[in-house]
């Protein structure tokens, strides 16, 4: 009607991470266990580049797909991380891997078709879907399995309507890291079903235990199924530059370029000049920084052992799910109380799906100090809410 919003996308969750950052804002002091923001600053000469690159006028548009030298690097680092050779043809820079995840959805998914998605998972697969009418089809994942999908479950989701499914290892939010296996499983019952895999690679650099491989390397005779969607945000700090990228099949390499045109057109000319730098310059900093987070994973999992809250030691990314089932609330709730009693934020867990309704993600990605502060208030609280006593605390309830 006119006058009146999309009635369509007001069905969009509100994304519970944003939501109580907005409720945040009436304290002046709080502890920030919640979004996924690396604690340090993007490395110097990274910085640096960016900045040349302003100077030197690269304040223009690019081609849809992105500089040709960034292509070229990113292709460097696949065969460096990965030892796969991919032409620079096939890849395609985006204004943040979001963008790139929203793209290729444009791409491959027609309205009422259905895509599977993890659960709990990243909150925007949902969203982006809503956006253009497709539905979503959440795929079970649990602490039990250390948060590894059941290929029968997967199976028993997929239907006439279904077009691709969303990986996303190293997981937001839960960590887990699919081994060389779990991919060759996946990836045959993509093949059997003749689905698209979008394999979300986001947290890549992020690995503390288990194998690091992708798609594209397990299975590279299927290429034109696989799509590889990776960014700068995480692995070399660069949240607020938005700068991502895709691997796509052959097939739809045009299709994407057609569609960043009237969505994003481009990344900024002098952020991929910086992500030039990023991948062709000193990497030390990503190795010493995912040391950090591995340490902080390792503290963070302690406290929370010695509180007796439940939890799964995630092997990637800096997230871990915390069950708060013992304390009667849902998540969201919990969150709340939290907050407002103790000023500690941590992400509500229904937020990532109908799994997530007893959780809280505790991101480990920021100081130390604050994150052991904000352990101990959860902590605390939980033990109120639950009539624990401090006999009980030290007792070991990992997942």
């Known amino acids: 009607m006119r006058g009146k919003p999309s009635l369509h996308r007001q069905k969009m969750r509100p994304n519970s991470i944003r939501k109580i950052m907005v409720e945040a804002t009436q304290y002046e002091d709080v502890i920030s266990l919640q979004i996924g923001e690396p604690e340090v600053d993007t490395a110097a000469h990274i910085v640096a580049a960016g900045q040349l ?10 081609s849809n797909a992105g500089l040709p030298e960034l292509r070229e690097a990113i292709a460097g680092r696949m065969k460096r991380k990965y030892d796969i050779d991919i032409s620079p043809a096939r890849i395609v820079v985006t ?36 956006i253009q009418h497709a539905e979503s089809v959440y795929y079970k994942t649990d602490a039990e399995r250390q948060y590894i999908p059941d290929m029968q479950d997967i199976e028993s989701k997929i239907t006439p309507a279904t077009k691709a499914i969303i990986v996303n290892s190293p997981c937001n939010p839960t960590g887990a890291v699919y081994a ?33 491989c992708c798609p594209l390397q397990v299975r590279p005779d299927l290429a034109h199924r696989i799509v590889s969607v990776n960014g700068f945000s995480k692995g070399y700090a660069m949240t607020g530059w938005r700068l991502g990228y895709m691997i796509v099949p052959e097939q ?13 057109t481009c990344a900024a ?3 991929q000049k910086a ?13 010493e920084e995912r040391l950090r987070y591995k340490h902080k994973r390792d503290r963070a999992c302690t406290l929370l052992t010695q509180y007796g809250i439940p939890h799964s030691r995630p092997q990637g990314a800096f997230y871990i799910m915390a069950d708060v089932s013992a304390t009667g609330r849902t998540s969201e709730p ?66």
């Open 269 to 271: 000319e002098f952020t």
């Open 334 to 399: 919990f969150a709340l109380e939290l907050l407002h009693r103790h000023q500690v934020i941590v992400a509500p867990g229904e937020g990532f799906g109908p799994a997530g309704l007893y959780s809280v993600r505790i991101c480990f990605a920021g100081k130390l100090e604050q994150l052991e502060e904000g352990i101990h208030r959860l902590g605390r609280y939980y033990g109120e809410l639950t009539g624990r006593s401090s006999e009980v605390l030290g007792k070991s309830t990992l997942l």
């Open 275 to 287: 992500g030039i730098a990023a991948l062709t310059g000193d990497q030390t900093h990503i190795e």
């Open 95 to 130: 204004s943040g891997a979001v963008s790139a995840l929203h793209t290729i959805l444009l791409a491959l998914i027609d309205s009422g078709e259905e895509v599977l998605i993890p659960d709990p998972g990243y909150p925007n697969y949902e969203g982006m879907l809503i």
């Open 252 to 264: 739809l390499i045009e299709l994407t370029w057609k569609l960043l045109e009237p969505t994003t």
């Open 180 to 212: 060389w296996k779990v991919w060759e499983e996946l990836l045959q019952l993509a093949e059997r079903h003749d689905l698209f895999v979008i394999s979300d690679e986001i947290y890549d650099e992020l690995v503390y235990e288990g194998e690091v």
């Open 53 to 62: 690159a302003m100077a030197q006028g690269y304040t223009h548009y690019t």
